[in-house]
């Protein structure tokens, strides 16, 4: 397991379980993908980074075409995924 800084693995396990939630409300890995995306364009847009891995999401997210924003999102599900230890991701 990669190491992370407290404040990513933090943010992790709130996705992991913001995943959860729209799961158990039956929202498709589509939608839940989508919504990832809004706020992860939300946060390239408001949110100053708190970790080295905050930074380089930031940097990747701001180069990244729409297609590649929804596969950015769709690999933080992921890796929230295999972080947390929870079955969040289809």
């Known amino acids: 397991m990669p190491e992370f800084s407290e404040v990513f693995r933090q943010q992790l396990t709130v996705l992991a379980d913001k995943v959860r939630?729209?799961?158990?409300?039956g929202?498709?890995?589509?939608?839940i993908t989508?919504?990832?995306?809004?706020?992860?364009?939300?946060?390239?847009?408001?949110?100053?980074?708190?970790?080295?891995?905050?930074?380089l999401l930031k940097e990747?997210?701001?180069n990244?075409?729409?297609?590649?924003?929804?596969q950015i999102a769709s690999a933080l599900i992921k890796?929230?995924?295999?972080?947390v230890g929870r079955n969040v991701a289809r």
């Open 21 to 25: 939630t729209m799961e158990n409300l």
């Open 27 to 31: 929202m498709s890995s589509e939608g």
């Open 34 to 55: 989508g919504v990832v995306t809004e706020v992860g364009d939300w946060l390239a847009r408001e949110a100053e980074p708190r970790s080295a891995e905050q930074r």
């Open 60 to 62: 990747m997210w701001q």
């Open 64 to 70: 990244a075409s729409n297609q590649e924003q929804a």
């Open 79 to 83: 890796l929230a995924d295999r972080t």
